[in-house]
């Protein structure tokens, strides 16, 4: 649908490109912190979206040229722009979707929890805002350590009386990107047909590829299992040292992230068949937040998919009791931390 979506059609005996002239909805989408790495062509595919007919893009700086930029894109939705605290609410009135990659990203030898100290209070702050301003809109939190920032979020909405589980999404499609990428360059499946679960959260052994249940279905041996679950656990840690102190993944997650909000909009647009993998609140272990495969519907997640979860392999039961202590002890951190400022 992505693909379809971001289709430029070509006139017919004409040199020119016609981008999507005709919206086919109107819903508003906000990124904060859209002057960043990700937040830049996170925008820009944004931008392309039919469904979107407005763009609201927000950062504490460099915002403005971002927007005057991306506005000369002969696309239907309207970019507005936004700098600074004082801003940040009216960038969120009227939001159906508000993204946030704010924060600051990896460096070579540091883990997604090293970032916690200064993410987690910028989470705080923008998740308070979207409460005060547009408390429905599905929220999608890519700032890192997602395992610590999703449970903040929640726990902020839940002090603002505005927190709707179905509503707050950890953005985990990245994980699914890699594994579906690896997996069919590894087995030569048709790359549009390969589709993998991933489950647990977002950070090192808590990224639990289901290869078992990949489709279509494919089998592994028992190395294949190792190396491509260990390469999808660490594939943003091969990013960071590729780029050597100057980020983590910003193009494939920018491609990610525009995947997860254009499955949102189509979702909110009356869409029934729509399936993502997200760290949301969740019944489907003992931990309060899990990421797995989820139905997303007008109201949000309309249904946790549990079955990816039964029949797994020995070694996906054991990668999966392992992961528990490391998540339970993120989710706690987030937790504590936004009780704490309460
Ligand atoms: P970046 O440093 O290039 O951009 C971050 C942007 O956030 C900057 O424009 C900065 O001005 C802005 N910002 C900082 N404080 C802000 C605030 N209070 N309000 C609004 N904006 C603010 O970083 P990059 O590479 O774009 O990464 C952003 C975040 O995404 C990092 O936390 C990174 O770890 C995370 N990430 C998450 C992934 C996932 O799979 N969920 C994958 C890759 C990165």
Redesign the pocket.
């Known amino acids: 649908a992505l693909r379809a979506s971001f289709a430029v059609r070509a006139q017919k005996g004409s040199q020119k490109l016609d981008y999507h002239l005709q919206p086919q909805a109107s819903f508003k989408v906000a990124v ?8 830049q062509p996170l925008s820009l595919l944004i931008k392309m979206s039919p469904l979107v007919s407005a763009l609201h893009l ?6 403005k040229g971002v927007a005057a930029d991306l506005s000369h894109c002969n696309t239907p939705s309207q970019v507005l722009d936004f700098t600074g ?1 004082y801003e ?1 609410g009216n960038s969120l009135k009227g939001v159906d979707v508000v993204v946030i ?6 460096k070579p030898g540091m883990s ?1 929890d090293d ?1 916690f100290n ?2 987690a ?2 989470v705080r ?2 998740v308070e805002a979207v409460a005060n301003n547009c408390p429905d809109a599905f929220i999608h ?6 395992n610590s920032t999703v449970p903040i979020a929640a726990e902020v909405l839940k002090q603002k009386g505005v927190y709707d589980p179905k509503k707050l999404f ?6 699914v990107v890699r594994a579906n990428t690896f997996v069919s360059q590894k087995k030569n499946l048709k790359l549009i047909d390969t589709d993998v679960p991933v489950v647990g959260g ?1 950070a090192g052994i808590t990224i639990l590829p289901l290869l078992s249940k990949t489709r279509p279905s494919v089998s592994f041996t028992n190395e294949e299992i190792e190396e491509l679950t260990v390469r999808i656990q660490n594939a ?1 840690t091969e ?1 960071v040292e590729a780029k050597a102190g100057a ?4 193009l ?2 920018a491609y ?2 525009a995947r997860f909000v254009e499955s949102s909009l189509r979702a909110l647009d009356g869409d029934m068949d729509v399936y993502e993998c997200a760290f949301v609140q969740s019944e489907l272990t003992d931990l309060p937040f899990f990421a797995s495969r989820v139905k997303l519907g007008k109201k949000g997640v309309e249904a946790v998919i549990s079955s990816d979860l039964q029949g797994l392999t020995e070694y996906e039961e054991k990668a999966l009791e392992a992961l528990k202590p490391e998540l339970k002890a993120s989710i706690d951190k987030g937790v504590a931390f936004a009780q704490k400022q309460a």
């Not at 980020?247 to 910003?250: D, E, Q, V, W, Y």
């Open positions: 904060l912190g859209a002057a960043g790495g990700i937040g927000y950062d504490i700086a460099n915002v605290e940040l990659p704010a924060g600051v990203p990896r997604r970032l200064i993410n209070s910028i702050t923008l939190i890519i700032s890192n350590p997602v950890g953005v985990t499609t990245l994980d977002h943003g990013v980020g983590s993944a910003t494939s997650m990610a992230a």
